[in-house]
Nanobody, 122 residues
């Protein structure tokens, strides 16, 4: 079992930055693919970024060039640095983990955090 706890959300003005953290416990994350997803009010949860266990990353087109996912395996933590935030980035952000690539890539990871709210005011 893996427990994931997100933190770092909050209220920020458009153009600002936030860094989200996802602290994992129960298992070490070095063999897990780790991802960030988000769900805006009234919409489905969507993919934001995935850090593959092998070291590379992939991003949604809507955040490419603005967001950066990183991981610190020694701290068992994954981060999402969000810059140049826009009002449309407002959502609950969820951390996810899976040892298989297909489930997390399709938004059906084995493990999820409880989410952290990000609100961007325009």
């Amino acid at each position: 079992q893996v427990q994931l706890v997100e933190s770092g959300g909050g209220l920020v003005q458009a153009g600002g930055s936030l860094r989200l953290s996802c602290a994992a416990s129960g298992r070490t994350i070095n063999t897990f693919h780790m991802g960030w997803f988000r769900q805006a009010p009234g919409k489905e949860r969507t993919f934001v970024a995935i850090s593959w266990s092998g070291g590379t990353a992939v991003y949604a087109d809507s955040v490419k060039g603005r967001f950066t996912i990183s991981r610190d395996n020694a701290k068992n933590t994954v981060y999402l640095q969000m810059n140049s935030l826009k009002a449309e980035d407002t959502a609950v952000y969820y951390c996810a983990a899976d040892q298989s690539s297909l489930p997390i890539a399709s938004g059906r990871a084995d493990y999820w955090g409880q989410g952290t709210q990000v609100t961007v005011s325009s």
